[in-house]
């Protein structure tokens, strides 16, 4: 009777065992188990106000992921007082580092909106770093963005 109650906890253990292995093969190629923002090929990061740590903060989490991942799409969306980041003429200290991550294939798009309320607002017209895209709505690129397969890094 002993023998065959240790014989039962022996079979326990070993189905959990096989499950536990089982697991640990098959887990790697579910990527719905991982919300590491690393581990996604398409990243956004979206900016909505001109304060300069903010801004800061999202060259920053540029640059890690262009170095943490070569090679991943990210792209940098600019909205509303946002904008303030990507503009030509404005005293912006983050241009050098723009430009860079442009080379390095970080795309950047700015609110066409948003600058034209800019540009309405100061009554001229407003200039933007050279290779910054324009998008209509900036909030609605975005979503649509992380609609297809983005993930929203600064969420």
């Known amino acids: 009777m002993h023998s065959h109650a240790f014989t039962i906890v022996l079979q326990v253990i070993m189905v959990g065992v096989m499950f536990s292995v089982a697991f640990l093969i098959v887990m790697p190629a579910i990527p719905f188990f991982s919300k590491d923002p690393l581990i996604t090929t398409k990243s956004v990061l979206e900016i909505s106000d001109s304060l300069q740590g903010n801004q800061q903060l999202v060259i920053s989490r540029a640059k890690k992921l262009c170095v943490t991942l070569p090679g991943k799409h990210i792209e940098v969306v600019a909205v509303g007082k946002g904008i303030d980041l ?22 950047f798009s700015i609110c066409q909106h948003s600058l034209q309320e800019l540009t309405h607002r100061l009554g001229r017209p407003i200039q933007i770093i050279e290779g910054v895209q324009r998008v209509p709505d900036g909030r609605c690129y975005a979503d649509d963005l992380k609609n297809n397969g983005y993930l929203d890094i600064l969420a």
């Open 86 to 107: 990507l503009l030509s003429d404005y005293d912006s200290a983050n241009q050098h580092e723009i430009q860079s991550l442009m080379r390095r294939g970080v795309v």
